[in-house]
């Protein structure tokens, strides 16, 4: 077994913000988590980095419990547990390519890479890893010079430099226009399908879940209630998810180019709000 969640509990007071998620994944898989806001999606995520701490229950990964690990071992977890997040966690000033070396951290000295001193080795990954991702053009700008697209892509690009063994992303296209989002989520995909590696990612639109994913976990006040295929998600299941009534319309939170077209400005904006 590649992953397995057990009876994963995060309390807050006496509000289960993550209660009893269960879930096994056996071999490399796309996995989109989907839910209301305060479901619980990005709570179980910082778990599973061991950003947040959990309050009871086991988080095995090739049959080792990283919930139990401490120290050097928790910060050798978080290098092979790579994290994206929805605000890119970049920084502004630095060029594009020193953003994506800040991916060694865990493997190489603080005081090293705070003067900026990268071994040449790393600096070629990196230049290769932006070149696979398309924007190796951007490598001596500055990160506050690119699109928000482009600026997620370095955030992804710092998460392969890591060579992780999993990847987590969460909400990585909320904060994108529909054509940033989808370069996005195709690069996502191809680096699951290139690379074999295990990509849960925390997603809020309906039509990029189905699209992208191999298996769709829904979490609703902190608990799973659906795990299946994207076919199996309908609407009937995606208002259960949610908690909507009969006028919950999935296609205004769309992320299609081609269907925001066709429903016009108003839906576009109301999908832009969302």
Wanted: charged fraction near 25%.
């Amino acid at each position: 077994m590649l992953l397995e969640a057990r009876q994963v509990t995060r309390m807050f007071g006496q509000k289960a913000a993550v209660d009893q998620v269960s879930f096994a994944v056996e071999k490399p898989a796309f996995i989109g988590i989907i839910g209301r806001s305060g479901a619980g999606k990005s709570t179980f995520l910082r778990m599973m980095n061991r950003l947040t701490e959990a309050t009871s229950g086991e988080l095995l990964f090739e049959g080792r419990n990283i919930l139990s690990l401490q120290g050097k071992s928790m910060r050798d977890w978080q290098g092979q547990c790579a994290m994206i997040f929805q605000q890119f966690n970049l920084v502004p000033r630095a060029d594009v390519v020193s953003n994506v070396l800040h991916g060694t951290l865990a493997r190489r000295g603080t005081l090293s890479t705070m003067f900026g001193f990268w071994p040449d080795d790393d600096t070629l990954k990196a230049l290769a890893i932006l070149d696979r991702l398309g924007i190796a053009e951007q490598a001596a700008k500055r990160a506050e010079a690119l699109s928000g697209g482009q600026q997620q892509r370095v955030a992804i690009a710092r998460a392969l430099m890591q060579d992780p063994k999993i990847i987590l992303a969460d909400e990585p296209i909320a904060s994108l226009d529909p054509m940033n989002a989808q370069l996005v989520m195709d690069t996502l995909r191809r680096i699951h399908d290139e690379d074999r590696r295990l990509v849960i990612a925390n997603l809020h639109t309906l039509d990029t879940a189905r699209r992208y994913c191999d298996r769709v976990i829904g979490m609703r006040d902190g608990r799973v209630v659906f795990d299946g295929s994207p076919d199996q998600l309908t609407t009937g299941v995606a208002r259960d998810i949610y908690g909507a009534d009969a006028s919950f319309n999935e296609s205004a939170t769309s992320t299609s180019i081609e269907g925001l077209g066709r429903q016009g400005d108003d839906a576009y904006a109301l999908a832009m709000l969302n």
